[in-house]
């Protein structure tokens, strides 16, 4: 078998708490992805899938402004429609995507994870080292600017300023390789990157070094 | 350039629910209560059904007005906890929901420049 995306979905409100209804459409050793951006008025105070706490692997992340970008996981999520619950101490914006895969590694589901802010880049660039040639990258960008894909990378939801990738495939290679998206519209406001790699389940996972860094 | 708002008075907290229509691809919010939101976020949740169209999301703790559905339309506006909350569209096009200070709407009017939120 190898890692297939499994499921997409997004919303956005002004409220207090945004529900989002995803589908899991099949396949074993499922994992979800949960990731968008708020105003800054509060932070994300918890997500839930099918009543189940998902775990923050960034929140409340900010460079400047008004906004706060968060991603949260969830390992075998099952397979079928649920529930994602978002809920903050306030009322404001939200914007959020969820993204969901098979076949991903239940003990080390993510690997090479790293998160970063910008104001000044017209292209991001991430450049991770995979352990297996099958595993793939997921790359979510939001804040206040949109995101389109540029190099090894597909955007996969395209919402208001939250846009998701992904290698739409496997990597390829256990070299480095750089990942790289267009951001429009630089200036002084800015967004987040989250990312990070996807591994396969039945391979045992290596933490390797990564490293971002930003084209003008 | 000053933009003519309506005011509603703020009854509350909204809950709704949204679906998409099938065939249309229209989006419908159908009010719930509370407690019939905080029910989609328990394990195996049955979710709430519309005749011709899909369950895609739902809405916990929205600004309520007066209007006939309850949502704050564009422009209009309505007071809560001593500020003013705007609806209008931005300067990317999308439409938004802003706290202001108060002496920024005059006679019903506010200037559309506070729309200018990103740079």
Same mark, same amino acid.
């Given at each position: ?7 997409t979905s ?24 949960v ?8 932070t ?103 995101s ?30 750089d990942?790289?998206i ?10 987040y ?9 039945g391979?045992?996972?290596t ?7 930003f084209m003008? | ?5 309506? %005011? ?9 629910? *949204?679906?998409?229509?099938i065939?249309? &691809?229209? !989006?419908?919010? +159908? ?32 600004? %309520?007005?007066d209007s ?6 564009? *422009?209009?506006?309505?007071e809560?906890? &001593?500020? !003013?909350?705007? +609806?209008?569209i ?17 006679n ?12």
């Amino acid at each position: 078998m190898a890692i297939a995306r499994t499921g997409t979905s997004s919303g956005n409100n002004t409220a207090s708490s945004l529900t989002i209804s995803h589908t899991n459409s099949s396949g074993a050793d499922q994992f979800l992805v949960v990731s968008g951006w708020i105003t800054a008025t509060t932070t994300v105070t918890g997500i839930t899938h099918n009543g189940v706490s998902m775990t923050a692997l960034y929140n409340a992340d900010t460079a400047a402004g008004p906004i706060y970008v968060a991603t949260f996981v969830l390992k075998n999520p099952g397979v079928g429609t649920y529930n994602v619950v978002i809920t903050r101490g306030s009322s404001g914006y939200n914007y959020f995507n969820c993204m969901s895969w098979s076949d991903v590694d239940q003990t080390t589901p993510y690997y090479n994870s790293g998160h970063v802010g910008s104001t000044t880049s017209t292209t991001q660039t991430v450049s991770l080292t995979a352990t297996s040639a099958d595993d793939w990258v997921y790359l979510f960008s939001g804040g206040q600017r949109d995101s389109t894909a540029n190099t090894n990378v597909t955007r996969i939801v395209n919402a208001v300023q939250t846009d998701s990738f992904d290698s739409n495939g496997t990597v390829g290679s256990t070299s480095a390789r750089d990942y790289k998206i267009d951001v429009a519209s630089p200036g002084s406001d800015y967004n987040y990157l989250h990312y990070f790699l996807l591994k396969k389940a039945g391979a045992a996972a290596t933490q390797n070094s990564n490293f971002l860094m930003f084209m003008n | 350039m000053k933009i003519k708002l309506t %005011k509603r008075e703020y009854v509350g907290k909204g809950y709704y629910y *949204n679906f998409k229509n099938i065939e249309t &691809g229209l !989006y419908s919010a +159908v009010e719930c209560t509370e407690e019939d939101y905080a029910k989609l976020a328990l394990p195996n949740a049955v979710n709430p059904t519309l005749e011709g169209h899909v369950f895609t999301s739902a809405d916990g703790g929205t600004i %309520k007005v007066d209007s006939p559905n309850g949502i704050l339309g564009l *422009n209009e506006y309505t007071e809560m906890e &001593g500020k !003013y909350f705007v +609806v209008g569209i931005d300067n990317k096009g999308n439409e938004v929901c802003l706290s202001v200070e108060k002496e920024q709407v005059e006679n019903d009017e506010v200037d559309s420049l506070i729309f200018n939120i990103w740079q």
